[in-house]
């Protein structure tokens, strides 16, 4: 069964089309080196910047080692607490990777729900979830941030929102996004839900549950598949937009955008690694991601195929 699956892989157009085009190699390529580095950074990275037994701050805003003033035990140079900022680059990527998946995954699962629903069900349901769509799209991820911030701040303290700040950024930007995917999918559906198969489902008596999952739904995953591509590069960014304006990591607990932050205000003064470097990961990830997610939407839509 396997060797089955594999083999069909080998010799599909999906395959075939990703051989013939060396940007969408090379973006999966960096995508997938940035992928396992942010995996397996508590093994790759020389130190732990959560450890504030490593951390010297004597050490602070040592420049990188090929400069001729930098430390040969610090290959891109510390910030401005003395961390590693090779060690803080590798923690900090885990951590945007983590945010950003998470909140696809929240407005994958918010968004095709909602949006299989309005369009399957038509009608007085459909105008409400869609109205409601159309009220979360006035506000912005920031907006949405700065509410949801304020109230949990406001409720249970600043140290516990540092405590929980990974969860919240993941609920604040997949809040923020879902609209994206109901749209997608409830278009989709209005496209399916009068075609035969499914017709043929409703006259065995199936619910309407069922035949939404097991029916519609596979058929509508193509779009899903390519706007998850892309709202992984959003997310990140949005979180990384959060963090630089202080409204998502906690410097304890750098991601990129908060380390771009943290470096922001001293990048005049000569320590410019600080937020270059994170700044330079940011750049590519996000750069990989949308290349791939271009590649994706030409192959997936025949529509769109020029070859």
């Known amino acids: 069964m396997k060797r089955s699956l594999y083999r069909r892989f080998i010799r599909s157009y999906f395959w075939f089309s990703f051989k013939q085009d060396p940007i969408a190699v090379t973006s999966f390529a960096i995508f997938f080196i940035l992928i396992m580095l942010s995996i397996f950074a508590p093994l790759i990275a020389p130190y732990n910047p959560f450890d504030s037994g490593s951390?010297?701050?004597?050490?602070?805003?040592?420049?990188?080692?090929?400069?001729?003033?930098?430390?040969?035990?610090?290959?891109?140079?510390?910030?401005?607490?003395?961390?590693?900022?090779?060690?803080?680059?590798?923690?900090?990527?885990?951590?945007?990777?983590?945010?950003?998946?998470?909140?696809?995954?929240?407005q994958a699962f918010l968004?095709?729900?909602?949006?299989?629903?309005?369009?399957?069900?038509?009608?007085?349901?459909?105008?409400?979830?869609?109205?409601?769509?159309?009220?979360?799209?006035?506000?912005s991820t920031l907006m949405v941030a700065i509410l949801i911030s304020a109230i949990f701040q406001l409720a249970f303290g600043?140290?516990?929102?540092?405590?929980?700040?990974?969860?919240l950024?993941?609920?604040t930007i997949g809040l923020a996004e879902w609209p994206q995917y109901a749209r997608t999918v409830r278009a989709s559906v209005l496209g399916e839900k009068n075609k035969e198969y499914v017709e043929a489902a409703r006259v065995i008596g199936l619910n309407p549950a069922r035949i939404m999952l097991r029916h519609i739904?596979?058929?509508?995953?193509?779009?899903?598949?390519?706007?998850?591509t892309v709202q992984v590069a959003n997310a990140v960014m949005s979180e990384a937009a959060?963090?630089?304006?202080?409204?998502?990591?906690?410097?304890?607990?750098?991601?990129?955008?908060?380390?771009?932050?943290?470096?922001?205000?001293?990048i005049f003064s000569g320590s410019w690694w600080?937020?270059?470097?994170?700044?330079?990961v940011l750049v590519i990830f996000v750069l990989v991601v949308n290349l791939l997610g271009d590649w994706l939407r030409d192959v997936l839509n025949p529509k769109l195929y020029k070859g």
């Open 55 to 106: 951390i010297d701050i004597m050490d602070a805003e040592l420049p990188p080692v090929w400069t001729g003033e930098g430390d040969s035990r610090f290959l891109l140079g510390t910030d401005i607490q003395g961390r590693d900022m090779t060690s803080t680059l590798l923690y900090g990527m885990r951590l945007s990777v983590m945010i950003g998946c998470g909140a696809v995954m929240l």
């Open 111 to 139: 968004g095709v729900l909602i949006g299989l629903i309005a369009g399957y069900s038509g009608g007085k349901v459909d105008a409400v979830l869609m109205r409601m769509a159309d009220v979360q799209l006035s506000f």
């Open 274 to 280: 600080i937020t270059l470097f994170p700044g330079i």
């Open 169 to 171: 950024l993941i609920v």
């Open 158 to 167: 600043v140290s516990r929102y540092e405590e929980m700040a990974i969860p």
């Open 242 to 266: 959060l963090s630089f304006l202080g409204l998502g990591m906690p410097v304890t607990k750098p991601s990129l955008g908060a380390l771009i932050n943290s470096g922001f205000e001293y």
């Open 217 to 228: 739904l596979p058929n509508t995953l193509s779009p899903v598949l390519v706007i998850s």
